[in-house]
């Protein structure tokens, strides 16, 4: 495992992780849905995939046993990086590294990789010039043709219910409680997806929408103790997420 260190931002998530969000849940449906569309297509074009922002690494079973040739996964947490390398560990996956740090600069080199997913990180960006940086970042890494598979906040039904306005347009804004406090996240519109792809050099795949009503989310007592209240408050709220998917023209 590479360590290129982090950020304080990175340690944000540390009390979810530790907390065990994520642990013992299915690998979300998006990227095994995504995995049984593209698999072939991305194995054909043969390299490595980076998955940005890995999390705890509730997914690495899906992109593990779609067969790619490497994985490497990317996270700012240490954390959730451990919780990766045992995962790893536990299940001999020969084809996967780990690199502890920023995907805003993951030191991937041009064109060295046939697909990337980014799985509800790339809203944590603090606006759109920052987004547009990063989706910069992401054509560079990918050989023309490579896959950019992203699921990100949306401006729609974002029913936020503890947090400070970064931007006028209450798009990029500042979470004010709870253990993810201090975190800046950017909701993207439909409009800015279309401009992002045209401006990077993307042919638009797919972007199509979600809305989802938050339900119980259950972490460790210790966890519900601190901020059961606030997350109770948001259940019943509406979220909407975009499901992005992009071809490096
Ligand atoms: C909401 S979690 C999603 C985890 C995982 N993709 C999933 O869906 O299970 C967001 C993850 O992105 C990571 N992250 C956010 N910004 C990052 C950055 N600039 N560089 C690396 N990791 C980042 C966080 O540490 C966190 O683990």
């Known amino acids: 495992m590479e360590n290129r260190g ?20 299915k690998p979300a449906k998006i990227v095994c849905d995504w995995n049984l569309e593209f698999g072939d297509y991305i194995k054909e074009l043969g390299g490595q995939i980076a998955v940005f922002g890995i999390g705890p690494g509730r997914n ?8 790619y040739a490497q994985i490497i996964g990317i996270d700012f947490n240490s954390v959730a990086i451990e919780r990766c390398q045992k995962k790893v560990e536990e299940n001999a996956w020969p084809n996967v590294e780990l690199i502890h740090g920023d995907w805003k600069k ?9 697909a990337i997913f980014a799985i509800n990180t790339l809203q944590f960006v603090n606006g759109p010039e920052e987004a547009q940086t990063v989706w910069q970042e992401v054509g560079r890494i990918l050989v023309p043709g490579g896959l950019f598979l992203a699921r990100v906040n949306s401006d729609r039904f974002s029913e936020h219910t ?9 798009k990029t804004y500042q979470i004010a409680e709870g253990s993810r406090k201090g975190i800046i996240k950017h909701c993207y519109s439909e409009d800015e997806l279309k401009n992002l792809a045209k401006k990077t050099g993307f042919e638009i795949v797919e972007i199509s929408h979600r809305t989802h009503l938050r339900t119980e989310n259950k972490l460790s007592p210790e966890y519900m103790e601190k901020y059961g209240d606030l997350i109770n408050k948001r259940v019943g709220t509406k979220s909407g997420k975009w499901r992005v998917v992009f071809k490096k023209i």
Do not use: I, M, W
Request: hydrophobic share 15%; aromatic share 8%; net charge negative.
């Open 6 to 25: 982090n950020g304080c931002q990175s340690k944000r998530f540390d009390e979810e992780y530790l907390a065990g969000k994520y642990e013992g849940k």
């Open 60 to 67: 690495l079973p899906s992109y593990a046993e779609t067969g």
């Open 106 to 114: 993951s030191g991937l080199k041009t064109k060295s990789c046939v």
């Open 162 to 170: 503890n947090h400070h306005n970064v931007s006028e347009d209450g």
